[in-house]
């Protein structure tokens, strides 16, 4: 048992200790003390990664190292939240030095990047479990909200969502009859594998942007709390949706479901006022990240459904970190769904994947 | 799966909105913002419980959610920490309603008597496991370490601890040859499953008590962490541990057991200087918990080891959030164990048990 889970101590608590800058007190006490910056708030978010629901029990330990910590900061990239620290806890069930090499390795490569110390943590037996509490530092006027959405703001997504659902899709083998080559499918498992979260993008948004989240279920699903939150609809034009060349190889149907239904890019989608266009494009060449107009937020009362949300429901709506209540009435929230011309489409979406981190 | 998981809803979030009173942004954004107080520090700390090794699949649900919690709150009573809030994630097999309310009522009749806000969280399908992050507050002078323990100082310990650990063994039917009576067993048992986090107690201690922590390896193991941290031994006089009149009734052998070498009792083991032997009886008087002197810090010379380190090795020496190293030299850190006389004492500690909260 101890010579096991010593090598816990030899992959993350020693790396750890030896990077410990921010945390006043770090791994070996009985907590951890950490402080944002004079004036700011700590952002907190936790997120756990379940074998068989999140990844394989065949994942690349290396990717599934960065996975784990990539979705926890691109909550932090969500609020416009500058990276401090995290927690991790995990469950494994028998510790492999080899495992746990690349697994450290993954993690400590993207924690690194986003000068992110790991602070401390708790590891027990048990079926394979990552829970990470990451913390951020924000001014408190700055955090970008999913709630401050308002009627005219454009909306916006980064990157080129979809690539990670085709991922899932191909090593799910759920379209046999799409021929997709081995180059492409390659781009897919990485988009899948190592989601880049948009930490500088959401640091140069904030006093630009208004809402914001990161997609982590769909786009239309996440949109959908954004408009629930901020009490407003929208108008999505599906002809905008930036697509990466290789999911523009697909049909179109699966393009389209893998950009708005599927998660794991983990890409942000975020409002702002129409003034600030050319201060979004600004704050996105700054990150380095392409940024694209998809529609408009509208009031409550202006649009015509024509997907009911009940259709693109996520079925994490109940999480304890979600917000979904049963909607009285079924013009609100809403996606109203436009082709460029402007003409309505009805799009059907199936269900969103539950093969993602939450 | 809809309908089942906004069971979590209702037994969670709903209930954490009600209460938000601490944090700036709770429940249903990206992140929760929260922030320490004017020159204080965020103390942090992560526990993962998971099913067959720190609780039993039939464990009371109520019972769990309270010790999912306390086990928590513990390290913010061993820091000196006032709570604040915690995060919940955790991984459910198949939501029961029944269980949901139970381990929930648990849960949160422990953070109301804390002022301990539910902030954050995540649930997924999976097997059961609890991932609690709790955030406290302290001053960082105040912060009771595991690294401040000077010689000449003296061992408290609060409380009687070792029901705990005999609630475990009669669980598990450890001690068939004993008897032991059902009022006795029942004692026991909730000591088991209802730990009491010495909050007040870490309160009333700081800036009296120089090193703490708490107890959930055992009294023996735990001490030498604070030993290894501080360069430091310890002799400790085993007739003045403070036993329960029902663990009194024990075997002498069992009561040192489950006194020494039980955890999940959660009592603080702090040192403070002799001078403030007044100080820390009126802050023990104060919290409303008992306090009592076991020993005394040596130098790391001074100590003739009886109960060799290795002895009593503690399982998750390796834990992330451990300091655990190989040592070199057999004589540091040790505890020199003696009876009321200061006779010495050979003791002989079975191995940790596995089966708490680390």
Redesign the interface.
């Known amino acids: 048992?101890?010579s096991e889970?010593?090598?816990?101590?030899r992959y993350?608590?020693r790396r750890?200790r030896t990077n410990t800058r921010r945390a006043?007190?770090g791994?070996?006490?009985?907590?951890?003390?950490?402080?944002?910056a004079a004036g700011?708030?700590?952002?907190?978010?936790?997120?756990?990664l379940?074998?068989?629901?999140?990844f394989l029990p065949d994942v690349d330990p290396h990717a599934l190292g960065h996975k784990a910590l990539a979705v926890n900061l691109s909550?932090?990239a969500?609020?416009g939240?500058t990276p401090l620290g995290f927690?991790?806890?995990?469950?494994l069930p028998k510790p492999r030095e080899d495992w746990l090499e690349a697994f450290s390795n993954g993690l400590f490569e993207l924690a690194d990047r986003h000068g992110c110390e790991?602070?401390?943590?708790?590891?027990?037996?048990?079926?394979l479990?990552l829970?990470i509490?990451v913390?951020?530092s924000?001014r408190?006027d700055d955090?970008?909200?999913?709630?401050a959405a308002r009627p005219g703001d454009d909306v916006w997504v980064s990157g080129t969502p979809g690539d990670a659902r085709a991922g899932l899709g191909i090593l799910r083998g759920e379209w046999p009859q799409v021929s997709i080559d081995r180059t492409d499918a390659a781009h897919f498992r990485r988009a899948l594998e190592y989601p880049e979260p948009r930490v500088a993008l959401g640091l140069a948004l904030a006093g630009i942007a208004r809402a914001?989240?990161?997609v982590s279920d769909g786009l239309a699903g996440d949109l959908l709390h954004i408009l629930e939150?901020s009490h407003v609809n929208a108008e999505i034009d599906v002809d905008a949706l930036p697509l990466s060349d290789t999911l523009a190889r697909l049909p179109r149907a699966l393009q389209l479901q893998c950009a708005l239904a599927g998660g794991d890019d983990y890409e942000l989608c975020f409002t702002a006022a129409q003034a600030q266009r050319g201060a979004v494009e600004a704050a996105a060449q700054q990150a380095g990240v392409r940024v694209t107009r998809i529609g408009t937020i509208t009031a409550p009362d202006t649009v015509v459904a024509c997907a009911s949300p009940g259709a693109i429901?996520t079925?994490?709506?109940?999480?304890?970190?979600?917000?979904?209540?049963r909607r009285e009435a079924p013009a609100w929230p809403a996606i109203a769904w436009r082709d460029a011309s402007g003409a309505p489409l009805n799009l059907t979406l199936q269900g969103f994947d539950?093969f993602h981190a939450?």
Chains 1, 2 share one sequence.
């Open positions: 048992m101890l889970f010593s090598l816990i101590d993350f608590a750890a006043a007190l791994i070996g006490d009985d907590c951890a003390l950490i402080a944002p700011e708030m700590l952002a907190v978010s936790t997120d756990m379940v074998e068989g629901r999140h909550d932090l969500a609020m939240a927690t991790l806890a995990f469950a790991l602070i401390g943590g708790d590891t027990t037996a048990g079926p479990n829970c509490t913390f951020g924000v408190q955090a970008l909200r999913r709630d914001a989240l990161d939150r429901e079925a994490k709506a109940a999480d304890v970190a979600g917000t979904h209540t539950h939450d």
